[in-house]
């Protein structure tokens, strides 16, 4: 088989389905080449948190301008038509509590203000209230949270499907079971990508590749600072005592992260999560040794949850670099684009991102958010990114 377009995208997460949405609405030949499956990489096994507090101010307007998305996905996205129907977002409001050691809640305080400045929903709150809002949590450690009402998570396979198939109507082709084997270049230029189904031809190629990505940026001998991450989850079945919901709740106190789903507390902790792993390796179990520790971690926080059991766990691969943010942007031939490396925290972005990249491919630069920061160049030119109140990395 043999095909040309305007755009080619490798990979069918949720960002290489957002980018392939975005650029189809605005007349755009896309072409998305997906290995296995959509959503089939990290997006298929994402917790799914929508908050917006980060340290980085474009990453919390990327995440506030993605919010609009979640939080109006059929007017922003589409109700898709019987053929092809929008499956939604899935997102559910739980309200977020950010906690943190006592020994950032100044760091904690400013992020809040800048926060509030971008025109995020969101206030300082007290263990006080945090009873109110959690009676289950024991709070005893903590002098001031972040709290966002508006927040929660959503199913990021149904974003990406969702993403996906209003492209479809956009005039876009999703090729599964579609493997790229290589870029086909000519005199500094991009041309297309050789596939397990033959060449196909575009003058832009974008590398929404996940955890795959670093393979692909070799493909464009290109020699960036890539790697993977590899994060477990598990899901506990909650006692009655807590009740029928909790908020969703980031606990850099504990180094761990948790949500409701239904009568199951999702669990993720921020440490001990492998760098440089195989991708391809299992992600159906989670590794020896992470429900001990996530049970052991959970309980100190919601102490009850001793009277709760383990439903299931699993694991996932993410692309990380060195500064825990993504690369966007140009690099290597001409033609060629990175959208890949969001170090476990890209679903709750991947809208606003998409469209960013859209305006970046299209018009030369990206009016909603400025994402000049997340260039790929940035490590050769020493210009890491760093929040100006910045809590330690996110995952170590
Ligand atoms: C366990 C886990 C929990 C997470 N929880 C959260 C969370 O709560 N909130 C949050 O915001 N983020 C979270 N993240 C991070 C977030 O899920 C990812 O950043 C995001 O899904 C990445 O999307 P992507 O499209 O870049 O990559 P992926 O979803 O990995 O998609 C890449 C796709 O490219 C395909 N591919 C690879 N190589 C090729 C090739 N050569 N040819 C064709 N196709 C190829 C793959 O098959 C895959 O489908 C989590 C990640 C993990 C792993």
New binding site residues.
Partial sequence: MSDSADVII????????SLAFHLARRGVKVVV??????????????????RMHYDVRQDAELAWASFQYFRNWKEMVGEGTSVSPSVGCGFTRTGFLQLVAPLDAATLKANVSMHQEIGIPVVIVKPDDIHRLAPSFESDDIELAAYEPESG?AM?SDA?NSFMNMARQNGARLIQD????DLLMKNGKVTGVQ?AQGEFYAPIVVN??????G??NLMAGLDLPYDT?R???MFVVRPHEIGPRHPTVIDFANEM?FRPEGGLTLV?LEDGNPIGESPDGDTEHSRKGFVERGIERICRRIPVLEKGGLHSAH?????ITPDQHPMLGAAGPDGFYL??G?????????PAVGLCMSELILDGESKVVDISIYSPARFAEGKPIIGEHPYRSIWH
């Fill in positions: 490798i990979g069918a997460g949720v960002h290489g389905t080449l997906e290995k296995k499956f959509v959503a089939a990489g990290a997006t298929g096994c994402s917790s799914g948190l929508v998570y990021p990406a579609c493997a790229v084997t596939t929404a590749a996940g955890a795959w990505a393979k692909v991450w994060h477990d989850t992260y993720g694991g996932g691969f993410d692309g959208d890949c969001f170090s476990g925290t890209g679903f709750k972005t991947a």
